[in-house]
Each structure stands twice: as structure tokens, then as C-alpha cells.
């Protein structure tokens, strides 16, 4: 880990980025809209002594950011370093493991959950999970019955910067999701989900209205 690194973490873990140890700090300088890092300097060190800081610690300007940094570097050097010399190897393996098997795989099954409950309701019709053979063989993972037809449903995570290559998922499951169609009658359909607003959701909806014409075209097609 570099200086740089350590400096920031404890900076902003014991809050000494707040305006109550630097001012208020993008008010300042678009308040002073500086041509130099001189002009900034002068001005940061006038204007946030007259904001009061300098009377509530009872120290100039520049004596106050040299407390700040001495209380940084107590931090650093008694508290983190005592965190940092506790943990073992031990902890490093279980949390590697933690990380990526138990967290991803809680996140993965939430996302997975929270789309196809919205799905859902988005169709008014339940979802099926679909049989381990299903997932393995068609890459679904869950169906609409039909009759005795079905469409297939496969959940994919992405972010909307990704979403111009869902193109190369289809590509790539084409001949397990024909091969679905040709043994069960309904096409596959692909719903992406995305965070939104802190949400999982659906990032393309269009998807919906998709799958509903599909389960038209089945249920009038007859047995």
C-alpha cells in the first residue's frame, strides 16, 4: 500500500476533510477562484481564519493545519498500525474467501431475486425456476409455462455502459437458447439487470413486452 494511500484512508477515516478541521473547502475556492496556487494559499489562510476556525482552536491558520497533520499522523501511527500488525494470515485467507465466494455469490442471488420478482409483477404471471439440466443445457434460469410449451428466461447482471454488448451474449448462447425453442417451443429472452438509484432493476425493459407477445403467439398457437 502506498503513502499515499495509507495518508488518504486515515484522512478521510478520522473526518480531518471535514470543515469543522479545514473549512469549507469547495465554497472557498470558487469563492476565491484562484489564477495560481499562490493566490489560493493566501487566500484559504485569510478567509477561513476570518470563517472562525482559527478562533475556535485558538492558533493562526498555519499553525492549525500543522495540528491537523499531527493528529493525522497519531492515527496513523498508534491506531492503524496496531489494526494492521493484529491481523494475521489467517484473516487475509477467510477473507479473500468471504469476498469472493460469499459476498458475490449473496450479491449474485439478490440481484437474481430482486429482477425476476420484478419481472413478475412487470407480467402478472409466476416464474419457474428452471431444472439444473435447463441451466446447464439451455443456459436458463427460470420459464414461463405455456401449455405444454415454455419460454425461457435467463437473468444476466450488467451496468448501462455495458449494455451496447448484450449483442455478444445472445451470440454467444444462440445455439443453446435455439435448441430450447426447437425442444420447447418459446424463445429465450435475455433480462439485464442494473443498480439504479441503489436499486437492481431492469435495464432493458423493452424485454417485457417482448416475453408478453411471445406468450400470445404460444397460447394461440394451440397444443
Known amino acids: 500500500m502506498s503513502k499515499e494511500t495509507i495518508l488518504n484512508i486515515a484522512f478521510n477515516r478520522w473526518q480531518f476533510n471535514r470543515p469543522r478541521y479545514v473549512g469549507t473547502l469547495s465554497e472557498a475556492i470558487r469563492a476565491c477562484a484562484p489564477r495560481s496556487r499562490e493566490d489560493w494559499e493566501a487566500y484559504y489562510l485569510r478567509e477561513e481564519a476570518i470563517a472562525g476556525i482559527e478562533q475556535r482552536f485558538g492558533a493562526t491558520m498555519e499553525e492549525h493545519l500543522r495540528e491537523v497533520g499531527r493528529r493525522l499522523y497519531a492515527k496513523i501511527s ?127 425493459p423493452e424485454v417485457v413486452d417482448e416475453i408478453r407477445v411471445e406468450i400470445e403467439r404460444l397460447q394461440s398457437s394451440g397444443p
Open 78 to 204: 498508534e491506531v492503524l498500525k496496531a489494526e494492521v500488525e493484529s491481523i494475521t494470515e489467517d484473516d487475509c485467507i477467510q477473507y479473500v474467501r468471504e469476498v469472493v465466494i460469499d459476498r458475490f455469490y449473496e450479491g449474485y442471488a439478490t440481484e437474481r431475486r430482486t429482477v425476476y420478482e420484478r419481472l413478475e409483477s412487470l407480467l402478472g404471471l409466476r416464474l419457474v425456476p428452471a431444472p439444473d439440466e435447463w441451466d446447464r443445457s439451455y443456459n436458463v434460469d427460470f420459464y414461463v409455462p405455456v401449455g405444454n410449451k415454455a419460454v425461457g428466461i435467463q437473468i444476466k447482471p450488467t451496468t448501462y455502459q455495458n449494455l451496447p454488448e448484450q449483442h455478444r451474449w445472445h451470440a454467444w448462447m444462440e445455439d443453446s437458447h435455439r435448441q430450447f425453442q426447437e425442444d420447447h417451443g418459446g424463445r429465450v429472452f435475455i433480462v439485464f439487470s442494473v443498480t439504479s438509484d441503489g436499486e437492481k432493476t431492469i435495464a432493458n
